[in-house]
């Protein structure tokens, strides 16, 4: 029986499905190598890409399950979905997330991240940072984590969270209540604009808190553009 390999297009899609996040090869790598406990370089997947080495099968199980296809489509196969569960260890990684949305099934993954040091029974996923509000501690490109919150509820006094307005794109913000009548919004950077909203339009707008962020995974070098 012949034993399977990737398809003389392998390096092609390979580099497709990288561009496709905007990723660079070395980016890549960190957040492959970060989850997976891989050790692969910028030299080995350029060699790859370019067709002029070949992975091991296992290898590409792992690279369909950080974009999010099934293992076929590296071996000839049509790009099919596939998407890896916290039953498979992973947690998924999204460039955006908005209230409502599902992560399991968002069009926004990046990757996914090993999730066995996580409480799965918070649904934790990853989130990357797409300005620099909260600076300098966490900046654009960065990754944190948030355990997701479903119950109604208010935040407490200091929590970092991540945030939901109007039904947009998630933002992390600091939660400050110093005032009964509403909840201060304030990115760590004084050059973003801080918020006040009213109970009334927490619930009228609404402003939706999604989760708490419990973690900064991973530094990625946020001076590459």
Request: proline share 6%; hydrophobic share 35%.
């Amino acid at each position: 029986m012949k034993k399977s390999s990737p398809d003389k297009n392998f390096g092609v899609k390979l580099r497709e499905l990288r561009e496709e996040l905007g990723l660079t090869i070395d980016e890549f790598c960190n957040q492959f190598n970060s989850a997976f406990n891989g050790r692969l370089n910028k030299s080995t997947v350029s060699r790859y890409e370019n067709g002029i080495q070949e992975p091991m099968i296992s290898t590409v199980k792992k690279l369909a399950d950080f974009y999010a296809v099934d293992p076929s489509y590296f071996l000839g196969g049509k790009p099919t979905i596939y998407r890896p569960t916290y039953k498979d260890g992973v947690m998924p990684v999204l460039k955006a997330f908005k209230a409502g949305d599902s992560v399991e099934e968002s069009e926004n993954i990046a990757g996914y991240l090993d999730a066995s040091s996580f409480d799965t029974d918070l649904a934790p996923f990853g989130l990357l940072l797409q300005d620099n509000s909260m600076a300098p501690r966490m900046c654009e490109g960065d990754l944190v984590i948030i355990a997701r919150q479903y119950e109604d509820f208010l935040p407490s006094n200091g929590d970092i969270m991540a945030v939901s307005i109007k039904g947009g794109n998630a933002i992390v913000r600091n939660i400050i209540r110093s005032d009964p009548n509403g909840i201060w919004l304030l990115p760590s950077n004084p050059g973003f604009d801080s918020q006040f909203y009213t109970n009334e339009e927490l619930a009228k707008l609404p402003v939706q808190f999604i989760g708490y962020v419990i973690e900064l995974e991973a530094k990625i070098d946020h001076k590459k553009k």
